[in-house]
């Protein structure tokens, strides 16, 4: 896993995934049992310090990748609360192998300082 920040506060998450034999919009069927087409976040935001318009964009290759899902990660509780799931489905199923990744975005400044703490993400079938 790769971490970086820039200068707009983005964060890159980079995960490398390991899916069954296939690819991406093309050669399998995306009601395959071996594809994955929503993602679950297990995360935690204290709405004192974590931007309110926080999301987890899910990106294919690169940074600016192919964007194949946009997961809202709101602040969970006003101090530091329970960790909660955040789940939305994917414009593409994953079949394959891939370098998927996530690019943590929210207005951050002087008031909000984080995005939020991310525990796991676990990619299924709907």
């Known amino acids: 896993m790769v971490t970086r920040c820039s200068k707009d506060s983005t964060v890159l998450i980079r995960f490398l995934g390991r899916f069954s034999e296939g690819t991406i919009g093309g050669g399998k069927h995306p009601c395959d049992p071996n594809c994955r087409n929503q993602l679950s976040i297990e995360y935690s ?23 194949i899902g946009t997961i ?36 951050t400044d002087s008031n909000y300082k984080y995005i939020g703490n991310f525990d796991r993400a676990e990619f299924t079938r709907l």
């Open 45 to 67: 935001g204290n709405s004192t310090n974590c931007a309110p318009y926080s999301a987890v964009e899910v990106r294919l290759g690169g940074v600016d990748g192919t964007l």
């Open 72 to 107: 809202l990660v709101p602040p969970t509780a006003s101090g530091c609360g329970p960790y909660k799931i955040a789940t939305g489905q994917l414009t593409e199923a994953l079949i394959g192998v891939h370098d998927v990744y996530f690019v943590l975005t929210g207005s």
